[in-house]
Structures are given as structure tokens and as C-alpha cells.
């Protein structure tokens, strides 16, 4: 509580050069903490009640799930048979199924089928207490009209849509179906129905789908099939047209080309033998003899009969004229017959040979003749192949036109049958049951929110508090604000510890005196030993300098300067010094109205020369305490001017020859500049400040606009601390360490 000095000290210097550092930045946070404990305790239990209120009023909810699996392999089976072609099963499928079941179409059929719209959970405020409060007061508000259908679906729609919940679990193809309600068996019911509605929804899309598809087939069919008919008629005229037969899947001209032409081979070769065998029975003819071995002779009879019978008579004949010689009749005989039998087999020979010489001209002839006909079929057939190119266009055109018809019939078929067979890809694997625990509220989740939430919430007001309370309430905040020495924090004095007496004295009627008298009634107080503290501080200050007439004064009225000035001098009088005490508020003399109400004449009559001292102050019997009080001042417009006065110069020039200590009671600087006209005849100011209210910009604006003060400023007090909450802001100074340390030795609150 003493200071004399300004904070020069080797602990000051090295808690300066640390302030900044982590460590201080994390002792000023838990600072923040400790000083504000009391309102974070308060807003966190706050936060408690209200969540433990809504835990017992909130109406407990449920909530069923339900799952659903895109089957792919029934999709692949669907699609080889689909007559729309669906698309593959992906990611971003699966995706559009989880909005298609958050579609209004699938809400609003569940509303339908389960007639919510007259349910109370969906069209009402909700259960609970909460819901039965919102509901009246809907009540006190409504026109009385009813809501119309449309409007009871709407509400039902937003309540609906609010409470259930899709989700598609990872990047499976299955699909997790929630429902939120007061009834767990209208949760379970509600899920399976929306899990039922979205099945139906597919079935019936893709039977409309099937039944639009079939009906532009069947359209489509029939324009296909006089298309179909139009182009095989096409062929076939082009064919008449044309002269163009197919046979066996060949055209007849080709036919034709392929047999003729085999003739002509066969006729070649008959003609070239004919004319080999020709060839060969006229080099026959050309011999004189006729060679035997001729293939043609030996293969006629007469020929070879001939030859046989010319044989034998040739060895006869050699037998004779050998034997008889060849003049013989009878060789000559059988060499004539021999003659004969040679012309013979010539002439028979010649016969052969105009044979195959008609065979030859008539081989020749047939070769010709094919000849001519295999020219009149290329002919044709290069006719037939100009005229098939435009034939294979047709031919074509119309099997695409049968192909597509019958394409078109093909899938005509299959929408029938999946009109009467619908199949969705979407099934059920896991139906919703009634959940045995309820699903919020979630007692331990929302009391650990809370919790955590009113911390943050305790912290941040706490933060806004520190930040936005620009008032004193340590001493290291009087040295930075105000760079001066904070004396004493003196605790404050309510109308219970005015009313305490100590064992020296007994107790007063009237409490304001009681105050003024304190530190000799309670000499052993906290207060007193506060007020002790000031004055050590005085009298250390006087071994620098002359430190005898002591001004106290404040920013603003009612900070406690006239209790702290009279219980100051009360202590130095009670010590055996002479001290007079002065009251110097010519504005408003309230320590003359507590201490002197009946007093006539004072400080101005003192000044105006009218009355002597001894006329003018009183003494305590108990202190020895002389008391100046002001005298009439009602009438004083220019208190200033009487304070810096000569006559005053004067009066405080008796005093302090008079006197140890003189204490004035000054006016507060705020209102009046009464105290700035001292500063001549005054050794030291005490500037009292009230803990926790009085502005520091107020007091920091006051103090530097008098530097003639603030050069002669012993220090500050700060008044009425509250020795509860100043232990959290600096522990030292709070109760605890009072009580603990400073009761040894004989000390009381």
C-alpha cells in the first residue's frame, strides 16, 4: 500500500522487461479469469440452468432409419433388356436418387398416404412444453381463421422435410433413410414410407416412361413397315424391268455365262481330237503299206479282218516262192490277192477318213455356234451388271427398312411385356424399427455444448467487460494511466462497518460521524491501516522536501476526499502531532455540515480578518484535533478568487507556523478550479479516485490539464475498493491476505 517513489526499482525493471513475453501474455488472460470469475461463473451456470430447463421441458424425439440399395447387378440385367437404355450406375447417380428422395413429389405422397396433414405433430407448434407455449401464444396472435388445405400441406411439407433426413453412407450405392418424431412407431412408419413412396415413384416413372416408348414404337412400326414394303416392291420392279431372274441365289445370266462356257471348253476339245484322229488317218494314207499299229485300223473290224487275211497269204506267199520260187502261179496268185486285199484296207481307210473329216467340220460347227451363244450372254450380262448397281441400292435400302422394322418390333415386344412386368433397380435391405432410446435431446451432448458454448460465451464477456471497464482498480493501473504513485487502496465503508466500534470507544448515533471518526474508533481496521500507509508516505516525502499543508482532492464529488482527509488528520492528531484540519470546499462545505453544523464564523470570516482563529476552529477532546470549517458561504460567487488571495496566503502562513500538519479538504476539480489556485501555498496533493467507477479518461483529462498539481501530486488513493472482488485483481490486496497474515498481529476487518 506504500509508495513514495514512481516504480524505478531493479523488480520493476525486470517485470517490465517480461510483460510482453508469452508467459505474461498467459498470467494476463488467467488475470482476466480470476478478476472476472464471478460474472463467467454466473453466465456459465446461467447457460446450465436454461439447458437443464430445456432438457426437462424439451419433448424427447426418436429417430428411425431405414436403408436402401441400388442393385446393380439388376440394373445390368435391366439394361440389357430396357427398351430406354438406362444409363450405368455411378457416383453421381446414386447422388441424383438421394435428391430424388428428397423431392417434394415423395414428401408430399407420404403426407398423403399417412393423412399427416391432420396430425398435430406436423400442423401444430410441436410437443413439449416449449411447443405448447409457442402454440398459445400463435393463438393470442391468429385471426380465428381456419387454415385452408393448401396451407395445412404446406406446414406439414416445411415440418416434414425439416425432421427427415438422406444421406448416402461413403461411396457405397446404399442410401440411409431417417425420420425424426415425438412417436417412435410414427418415426419407423415414416421412413418405411419413404422408402415405399421412393419405390413406387420409380416403378410408375418408368412405367409411364414404357407406355410413352410403346406408343411412339407402335407408330413408328407402322410408318417402318410402309417403308419396308415400298422398298421390296422397288426391287422387284427393278427386276421385271430389267430382265434380271435370280435362281438359287444366283442370276440367271450368270448361269447361262458359266454353262456356256463349259460348252465351249468341251466343244474345243472335240474339235481339236476330231481334228488329231483326222491329222492322223491322213498320215496313214500317205504310206504305201498302211502301218498296223494304226489305233483306228485295229479298232475296225474289216480292217483287221483285212489284215489277217493279208497276213497269211503274205507268209504263204513267202512260203512259196521259197519253196516253188516267185514266178510260181501260185505265189503270183496269192501276190494278187495280197494286191487286192492292200486295196481293200486302203479304200476302207479313205472311208474312215471322210468320217472324221465330218466329225471335224461338224465339231468346228458346234464350237462356232457356242461360240456366238457365249457372246450374246457376256453381252447381256454386262447389261444385267450396270443394272445391278442400282439393284444393290435398292436391294439395300430395303433391308435397312426390314431391318429397323423389325428392330423396332423387337422392343414394340419388350414394352409390353415390361408394362405388365415393371422392375426398379431400388430395394429395401434394412427396414426402420421403433428406436428404443431416444434421439434428442441428447442429455450429455447439449449439457457439454452448453458448457462449452457458456465458457466461450463467459470468456468473451469477460474480454468486453475488461476492455470496455475503463476504471481504476490497481495500483499498476494508477502508475501506467496516470504515472503516479497509488499510496493506499482504501477498502470500503458501508453504514455496517460504520457502525463498529472498537473496545476504545463506544458506539455513535450517527454513522456519517462514525466515518469521519474511524480510524480512531477502529484502529486496527484494514482502513486505518490504509490511512496509516498515507501517512508514512507524508512523512517519507518530507525528507525531500517540506511536505506539511496537505490538499486532498478528487475528479467528482462523493469519491470519499473529506472522509479521507478527516480520518487522515484524525490519525496524525491521535499520534501527538498538532494538525488542523481544513475545509477548503467554499462550493460545498459538507465536512463543516458533518463535523461543525452549528459552526457560525470559519475559513472566510477568517480570511475577510473578521474573526481570530481561536474564534474560528474547535478541538476534539479524544485527538486534540483543530477543525477550520468553512463559515457562511451561500453568498460567494468567486471562491477562487478568495482562495488565491493573499489573506488566504496569510491564513496558511499561520497555520503552518501554528501547526504540524495542515490538512484542506479541497473541492473536486471536475466542477470547480478552486483547487488549481493552491497550488502556492500547497506542499503536496492526495488525489483520491473511487475504486471501480470513476473514468480514467476523466481523471487522466483533469490531471493534465493542472500540471501545476500533478508537480506537487504525492500520489493517488484509491477509495470504497471492494476487498471481494479487488482480491481478484490483485491477490494481495484482498481479503484473504488481510485476514491470514495481517490478523497476527492484532488486526481487524
Known sequence: M????????????????????PAQTLTSYLDII????????????????LALLYLFTAAPQFTSTASMVIDTRKVQLFQQQSVLGDIAVDSATVETQVEILKSENISLAVIRDLHLIEDP??????????GAVIDFVGNLFSDG????????????????EKNRTIKRLGLTYVMEIGFTSYDPQKAAKIANAIADAYIVDQLEAKYQATRRASVWLQDRIKELRTQASAAQKAVVDFKIANNIVDSGGRLMNEQQLAEVNSQLVLAHASTAEAKARLDRINDILKQEIPDASVADALKNDTIVKLRGQYVDMASKELIWSM????????????????????????????RIQESYKSDYDIAITREEAIKSSLANVVSELQLTNQAQVQLRELESNAQSYQAMYDNFLQRYMESVQQQSFPITEARVISAATSPLKKSYPKTLIILAGVLMGGVMLSFGVAMAREFTDKVFRTTSQVEEQLEANCIAILPALDGAAAGLTSKFTKPKSDPQANLLRYVVDNPLSRFAEAVRSLKVAVDLNSIVRENRVL????????????????????????????????DADLRNPSLSRALRPDAKVGLVDLIAQKVQLEEAISVDPQT????????????????????????MHAVISLLRARYDYVVLDMPPMAPVVDVRVTSPFVDSYVFVVEWGKTKTDVVRHNLRNAPEIQD???????????????????????RYYYQKYYARYGYVE
Open 34 to 49: 480470476r478478476r472476472q470469475f464471478p460474472t463467467m461463473v454466473a453466465i456459465v451456470s446461467a447457460c446450465v440452468i
Open 121 to 130: 405433430e406436423f400442423t401444430g407448434a410441436g410437443g413439449g412444453v416449449l
Open 145 to 160: 381463421h381456419a387454415p385452408s388445405e393448401f396451407e395445412l400441406t404446406c406446414k406439414a411439407l416445411e415440418r416434414f
Open 551 to 582: 490538499a486532498v482532492t478528487s475528479t467528482l464529488p462523493n469519491e470519499g476526499k473529506s472522509t479521507l482527509s478527516t480520518n487522515l488528520a484524525q490519525l496524525m492528531a491521535h499520534s501527538g502531532a498538532r494538525v488542523i484540519l481544513v
Open 2 to 21: 506504500l509508495q513514495v517513489n514512481k516504480p524505478s526499482s531493479e523488480i520493476n525493471r525486470d517485470y517490465a522487461s517480461v510483460e510482453g513475453s
Open 323 to 350: 519253196k516253188y520260187g516267185s514266178d510260181h502261179l501260185a505265189a503270183v496268185n496269192l501276190r494278187r490277192q495280197m494286191a487286192e486285199i492292200k486295196k481293200n484296207i486302203i479304200d476302207e481307210l479313205k
Open 712 to 734: 506537487k501530486l504525492l500520489g493517488v488513493v484509491l477509495n470504497k475498493a471492494d476487498t471481494k472482488a479487488l482480491a481478484r485483481y490483485e491477490s494481495y490486496h484482498g
Open 624 to 647: 486534540g484535533l483543530a477543525v477550520l470549517p468553512a463559515g457562511t458561504t451561500s453568498k460567494l460567487l468567486h471562491t477562487n478568487e478568495i482562495l488565491a488571495s493573499k489573506a
